[in-house]
């Protein structure tokens, strides 16, 4: 009985009414942000237009940081990255184990 009843449902899907979507998309553009409108002069230093484009003082400081510590690492030779931490210890992740010629054997 349970089956036929949403058997039933599935059929006669109701759908809401024209004024009432209307509502809603009305209410939804009315709600979305808009997008901030900046204005600047043809008189400001290339400088600061160059700053502004990547993002301010703080994506010149997040550039600046990376440039120092990717400099600093070229420079002091660090290829290995254990040695940052001192780990001497290796961990072998795939074995020289052959899975394929394991699987091909299971068949």
Do not use: C, N
Not at 30 to 44: F, I, L, M, N
Not at 60 to 74: D, E, H, K, P, Q
């Amino acid at each position: 009985m349970l089956t036929e009843l949403f058997a039933a449902g599935q059929r006669h899907a109701p759908a809401p009414p024209d004024a009432f979507m209307e509502r809603l998309v009305a209410d939804a553009v009315r709600v979305q942000p808009r997008p901030a409108v900046v204005h600047r002069g043809a008189d400001e230093p290339l400088w600061a237009r160059l700053a502004a484009t990547l993002g301010g003082w703080q994506g010149l400081g997040g550039l600046a940081t990376a440039t120092v510590a990717g400099l600093w690492i070229g420079f002091a030779g660090l290829a290995d990255p254990a040695a940052l931490i001192g780990a001497d210890d290796t961990v072998e992740l795939l074995p020289s184990t052959d899975y394929f010629a394991l699987a091909a054997d299971m068949e």
